[in-house]
């Protein structure tokens, strides 16, 4: 795949955007930005920064969601500045500014709509209602109490942002505001024929189950997204059942995966991972069928992302989701896992 094709293309796949970060093609600059889970940062396609892994890059076609995901723009290339010659994306853009300036906008134009969907995958009410949870979100960790937040943010009632927060945080706001605290995690890490596996749990089900290259790294995923949580390792085998499971799976002696889960999502992600879970063993569906299957054709994007976000491998089987062209697409654990799985998968169905 040639950086020209990254060019061409209406709509590049993770593939084509990788090969023009890759050729650091000055073309795609202002089309869509990389970021990089390990650092944080987002960059143009151009940034003469040192190439990171591709396991560890995500793409957003502009850079306000990437700030909406929490990552920083690179000082080197300034990536938010990059301006694009796609009308859409300079009325999204646009509108994001708006949005998260506190201007209103006017989310009912069809032609904002329009743009909005094809950019992202979502309304301007959607980005709106994101980002005002984020910024909630922000406010409550920097505050410590819920009410001064809850006007900083926007809000106009307490009832209200309990309402709209508490199954996208998984947890009342005051406790998210503390990092998780007073919430027991145990987990283990084991050696299996994708790597490492680490697998954590409260006491109301499995909230993360990751692969990787060294403890290390998962251990440091772990504690990144509540610092304040009882992370313990679990030597009193308490786990062991659903480690057995998931280890069962994985050895071919069970095709099937049901255990419960506490995790965190946002209603499009839950139905986004609901859906997913309704893949047969063995089956793949392509992103854009997934955002059919939901009810919202135009959200390929957004699936895609959403499968990028899932915090339980396996589980919640986001490896069964490949390109519309039948290529694997990526996939948060490394694309060489998930064309195993899916070759295991095959062969024994």
């Known amino acids: ?41 987002y960059c143009r396609p151009s940034c003469a920064s040192r190439r990171p892994r591709r396991t ?3 793409f957003f076609s502009i850079p306000e969601a990437a700030e909406r995901e929490g990552y920083r723009a690179c000082l080197r290339c300034r990536p938010a500045d990059a301006t694009s010659a796609d009308p859409a994306i300079a009325l999204v853009r646009e509108a994001c500014r708006a949005i998260e300036s506190g201007t209103s906008v006017r989310a009912r134009s069809s032609q904002l709509a329009r743009a909005f969907k094809r950019v992202l995958g979502i309304t301007p009410k959607q980005y709106a209602d994101t980002h005002r949870l984020g910024r909630f979100k922000q406010e409550l960790k920097r505050r410590k109490h819920v009410s001064p937040a809850l006007y900083e943010a926007g809000y106009g009632s307490s009832s209200r942002v309990y309402e709209r927060t508490h ?30 596996l680490l697998v954590a749990a409260t006491e109301r089900g499995v909230c993360r189950v990751m692969l990787g290259d060294t403890d290390a790294a998962l251990e440091a995923d772990l504690l990144s ?25 994985l050895n071919d002696r069970e095709p099937h995966l049901d255990l419960p889960l506490d995790i965190r999502a946002t209603a499009f992600q839950r139905r986004v991972w609901q859906e997913l879970q309704k893949i ?37 089987p986001c490896h069964r989701v490949v390109r519309g062209d ?9 694309v060489e896992r998930k064309e195993t799985l899916l070759e295991n998968e095959r062969s024994r169905s």
């Open 326 to 334: 039948g290529e694997l697409g990526g996939y948060r654990w490394g």
């Open 1 to 41: 795949m040639t950086s020209a094709a990254v060019v061409s293309a209406s709509s590049p796949s993770a593939d084509e955007r990788w090969h023009a970060v890759v050729a650091r093609d000055r073309r795609c600059d202002g089309k869509f930005v990389y970021a990089v889970r390990s650092t944080g940062i």
């Open 167 to 196: 199954e996208q945080l998984g947890m009342t706001p005051a406790r998210y505001a503390h990092g998780g605290a007073g919430i027991g995690i145990a987990y283990v890490t084991i050696p299996t024929s994708l790597g490492r």
């Open 56 to 58: 560890q890059v995500t």
């Open 280 to 316: 047969p063993f063995g089956k793949t569906r392509s992103y854009a069928e997934v955002a059919r299957r939901i009810g919202q054709p135009q959200a390929t994007r957004a699936v895609a992302r959403a499968c990028a976000m899932n915090p339980v491998a396996l589980l919640i």
């Open 225 to 249: 997204e509540f610092p304040t949580a009882r992370v313990v390792q679990d030597k009193s085998g308490k786990l062991a059942g659903w480690v057995g499971a998931i280890l069962a799976y």
